[in-house]
């Protein structure tokens, strides 16, 4: 079993939807997660970090779920410009890396 | 601010042949990565440097080595491409303490062709 692991999708979802995804971890002692951003041959930009409470940013939403191991990202009245590969990625604890999910790609329709 | 800078852009070798990727940050940040990406795999790390001075290996480390050369810079050295390090490389750097301990951000990354 990977370490962290995403639904590579597509998902094709219409302009003004709602999207959510997931993304699982495997290590109980995970500290620290993050959704990051990442266009076509661009590089993966932060979109928000994770926290136990959960935390908002204008239309993403993001939450931790410790009891069953996951993170997730809501989108809502999703725009064209959302188009992208949303990776999540976690820290472990110990000591500074991040481990990445393969990402899950998104495409917004009009 | 420029952030994380790398050079070069995009890159071709032949078998055999050597390079450097050069990363440099102007956030004063501690910790320096970099990784490979791969279709459908995701980003791999290949060498971080926890604080100017140390360097330590992460997952793919074979065929490389790396330079921490002061705080704000960070290069990868290929000794001798193979066409399995065909891929795109991307450093990171990170702040370490706080709130906003292991958020990395990236440079635009080195398409990398080896024939």
């Known amino acids: 079993r990977k370490e962290v692991e995403q639904d590579p999708g597509p998902f094709n979802v219409p302009e003004g939807a709602t999207v959510a995804f997931n993304c699982t971890y495997s290590?109980?002692?995970?500290?620290?997660f993050f959704w990051y951003r990442q266009d076509c041959r661009k590089e993966p930009k932060l979109l928000m970090s994770?926290?136990?409470?959960?935390n908002e940013d204008g239309r993403f939403t993001a939450q931790l779920n410790r009891a069953s191991q996951y993170i997730s990202l809501l989108i809502r009245d999703s725009k064209l410009s959302d188009s992208a590969t949303y990776l999540c990625?976690?820290?472990?604890?110990?000591?500074?890396?991040?481990?990445w999910g393969a990402g899950t790609k998104l495409i917004i329709k009009p | 601010n420029a952030g994380v800078t790398q050079t070069p852009k995009f890159q071709v070798l032949k078998t055999g042949q050597s390079m450097t990727l050069q990363c440099a940050q102007d956030?004063?940040?501690?910790?320096m990565y970099w990784y490979r990406q791969d279709p459908g795999m995701g980003l791999r790390l290949i060498y971080y440097?926890?604080?100017?001075?140390?360097?330590d290996k992460g997952e793919v480390p074979n065929g490389y080595n790396v330079s921490r050369l002061n705080k704000r810079e960070f290069s990868l050295r290929l000794e001798s491409a193979a066409p399995s390090q065909t891929s795109v490389y991307f450093c990171?750097?990170?702040?370490?303490?706080?709130?906003?301990?292991?958020?990395?951000?990236f440079g635009p990354g080195t398409r990398l062709t080896v024939t």
């Open positions: 990171a750097s990170s702040e370490v303490g706080g709130r906003s301990s292991y958020e990395q951000y």
């Open positions: 956030m004063n940040h501690n910790s």
């Open positions: 440097s926890a604080s100017e001075g140390t360097t």
């Open positions: 290590n109980s002692a995970s500290q620290s």
């Open positions: 994770v926290y136990s409470s959960g």
């Open positions: 990625a976690v820290n472990m604890g110990g000591n500074y890396q991040l481990i």
